[in-house]
């Protein structure tokens, strides 16, 4: 089992910068990638960033040039630095750990913390 503990999240105006944390532990070596998704209300969940084991990244095209992913392996977490965010950043960040690359399939969740950008 992994576990995951975010920290971050809170109330920013637009233009603004935030910095999420996600703190893993437990059964780590399993893990191949870990990042971020975020849920709007009444939308679908949507994947934001992915970091992977040896540090390639990916991002959602939304949020390209503004977010950038990174992982710190002594500490067993992972950053997602959001600056110049919109209201539409507005959402629930989950952290997200998986076996495969892509963390298309997600094995573990954290349990989301609010970002939420007022115009």
């Known amino acids: 089992q992994v576990q995951l503990v975010e920290s971050g999240g809170g109330l920013v105006q637009a233009g603004g910068s935030l910095r999420l944390s996600c703190a893993a532990s437990g059964s780590i070596f399993s893990i191949n990638a870990m990042g971020w998704y975020r849920q709007a209300p009444g939308k679908q969940r949507e994947l934001v960033a992915v970091i992977t084991r040896i540090g390639s990244t990916n991002y959602a095209d939304s949020v390209k040039g503004r977010f950038t992913i990174s992982r710190d392996n002594a500490k067993n977490t992972v950053y997602l630095q959001m600056n110049s965010l919109k209201p539409e950043d507005t959402a629930v960040y989950y952290c997200?750990?998986?076996?495969?690359?892509?963390?298309?399939?997600?094995?573990?969740w954290g349990q989301g913390t609010q970002v939420t950008v007022s115009s």
């Open positions: 997200a750990a998986g076996k495969r690359i892509g963390l298309r399939e997600v094995d573990y």
